[in-house]
């Protein structure tokens, strides 16, 4: 049996991360802390991964993606691309939620939560609905147990891993994982008359 070769990588908050894996090792690896232009800068870094790593396109069995929850935008660039690559190189792309990556990562007991917007965190109960927490709540949980924060370069990481262990089970392709709305408000424009 040959060694699967993973791609793996991630937007979902102010990064661009990217990972090689070949087996159990990571042959490539990338992360660079951006607020913008992580679009322009996806595919370039994964070029470069793959080619510290020796490998092409052509060369992966699977793509791992996270698919938040974060940053709205940066999970649609991450995703649209999987699936983009996943498509065009006729290779099954493993969506990975930020939850299972830092819980994957962690060698001792935690609670994983992914930082939100002015002081909240995301939480997912482990029977129930991920949602976004108020400051006060997260406080308040940090009394009893130690909360787990992803660092871009562990997530990607993990999300290959997963991705590697999951990805010969016919997933479904991979979509964002939005937890509250996005901050942009629909146009109050009118929406223009098409004319025959």
């Given at each position: 049996m040959t060694t699967p070769l993973v791609l793996s990588f991630d937007t979902s908050?102010?990064?661009?991360?990217?990972?090689?894996?070949?087996g159990e090792h990571i042959i490539g690896f990338k992360v660079e802390e951006m607020k913008r232009g992580q679009a322009e800068r996806l595919m370039p870094m994964l070029e470069e991964v793959l080619a510290e790593g020796g490998k092409t396109f052509a060369d992966l069995d699977a793509i791992g993606v996270g698919v938040g929850p974060g940053n709205f935008t940066g999970i649609?660039?991450?995703?649209?691309?999987?699936?983009?690559?996943?498509?065009?190189?006729?290779?099954?792309?493993?969506?990975v939620n930020s939850f299972d990556a830092i819980e994957a990562g962690?060698?001792?007991?935690?609670?994983p939560v992914v930082p939100g917007p002015r002081g909240q965190g995301y939480l997912s109960p482990k029977?129930?609905?991920?949602?976004?927490?108020?400051e006060e709540e997260l406080l308040d949980i940090m009394q009893d147990v130690?909360?787990?924060t992803p660092k871009a370069d562990n997530l990607v990481e993990?999300?290959?891993?997963?991705?590697?262990?999951?990805?010969q089970d016919n997933p479904a392709r991979p979509a964002p994982l939005y937890i509250k709305p996005a901050d942009a408000a629909p146009p109050k424009d009118p929406a223009p008359v098409i004319l025959p």
């Amino acid at each position: 049996m040959t060694t699967p070769l993973v791609l793996s990588f991630d937007t979902s908050a102010a990064h661009v991360a990217a990972a090689l894996l070949s087996g159990e090792h990571i042959i490539g690896f990338k992360v660079e802390e951006m607020k913008r232009g992580q679009a322009e800068r996806l595919m370039p870094m994964l070029e470069e991964v793959l080619a510290e790593g020796g490998k092409t396109f052509a060369d992966l069995d699977a793509i791992g993606v996270g698919v938040g929850p974060g940053n709205f935008t940066g999970i649609r660039i991450s995703v649209s691309a999987a699936r983009g690559l996943a498509l065009g190189l006729g290779i099954p792309a493993v969506g990975v939620n930020s939850f299972d990556a830092i819980e994957a990562g962690l060698d001792y007991p935690a609670v994983p939560v992914v930082p939100g917007p002015r002081g909240q965190g995301y939480l997912s109960p482990k029977d129930g609905v991920p949602y976004l927490a108020s400051e006060e709540e997260l406080l308040d949980i940090m009394q009893d147990v130690v909360l787990a924060t992803p660092k871009a370069d562990n997530l990607v990481e993990q999300i290959a891993r997963l991705a590697a262990q999951r990805y010969q089970d016919n997933p479904a392709r991979p979509a964002p994982l939005y937890i509250k709305p996005a901050d942009a408000a629909p146009p109050k424009d009118p929406a223009p008359v098409i004319l025959p």
